[in-house]
């Protein structure tokens, strides 16, 4: 099984940013932990603040991949082309948030993304990407 994580703007701060909201692991920390959490799954990881390399990648990994997990940051409240992207491509994507951005401001309530999503995990902290591997794991191995 094949799973693409992108994560979107201010992501690679993520361990040193905000971390009453983030927590203080970096994502690579995280991410190991994952790999070897889940050694039969073939991960890739992608990290850009630049939106146009997001979708760019959505489109590399959207017609061969079994599932991509998708926190695209701040771009989750503003972008059409995202949107526009994810409904382009026949990989099914899951929106992950690590905060609960219903908790928060409310320009976060809103996802441009979240009605071309299979779903959403949020709120739960990094461990929404491996519940969300779990997820693809059990409708697609
Ligand atoms: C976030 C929530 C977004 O509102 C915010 O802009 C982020 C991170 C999250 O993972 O909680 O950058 O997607």
Do not use: W
């Amino acid at each position: 099984m094949q799973i693409a994580i992108i994560n979107g703007p201010n992501l690679n701060l993520l361990g040193k940013r905000e971390t009453g909201i983030y927590g203080s692991e970096s994502f690579e920390q995280y991410f190991k932990h994952l790999q070897q959490q889940f050694p039969a799954v073939n991960f890739t990881y992608f990290q850009s603040n630049v939106e146009g390399e997001l979708v760019n990648y959505l489109h590399e990994v959207g017609f061969s991949y079994d599932g991509v997990l998708l926190n695209a940051g701040a771009y989750t409240h503003t972008s059409i082309a995202i949107r526009d992207a994810i409904a382009g491509i026949k990989t099914p994507v899951m929106e992950i948030h690590i905060s609960n951005v219903y908790a928060r401001e409310e320009f976060r309530h809103t996802s441009l993304i979240a009605p071309k999503c299979i779903g959403c995990i949020c709120g739960l902290g990094l461990k929404g990407y491996q519940l969300g591997v779990e997820y693809f794991g059990m409708n697609d191995l």
